[in-house]
């Protein structure tokens, strides 16, 4: 199921991808969780929301995707999203 909703996503069904992504997310599944971040961070078939996107990353990140991992690593130093108020 995630290869199809990859596919998708690469494919910029992006609208078709959500519901896939975000069943398989609720399920555990990082990589899932990964791409959803992508797509709140890029507004890609979702409304863009960096907050969003940093939340899917960590829940990721817990569960041991490097790719979010990352992703947070490049947020955390290039994003105001981690600035104080």
Do not use: H
């Not at 078709?16 to 797509?39: H, T």
């Not at 979010?68 to 981690?82: D, N, P, W």
């Amino acid at each position: 199921m995630i290869q199809k909703a990859v596919d998708m996503f690469e494919k910029d069904r992006y609208e078709e991808a959500l519901p896939i992504f975000k069943q398989l997310a609720k399920d555990g599944n990082a990589e899932a969780m990964y791409y959803l971040g992508m797509m709140y961070y890029e507004g890609w078939g979702v409304e863009k929301d960096e907050k969003a996107a940093v939340e899917w990353w960590k829940k990721a990140n817990r569960r041991g995707s490097l790719d979010a991992k990352y992703m947070l690593q490049i947020i955390c130093a290039t994003s105001s999203v981690f600035a104080r108020e």
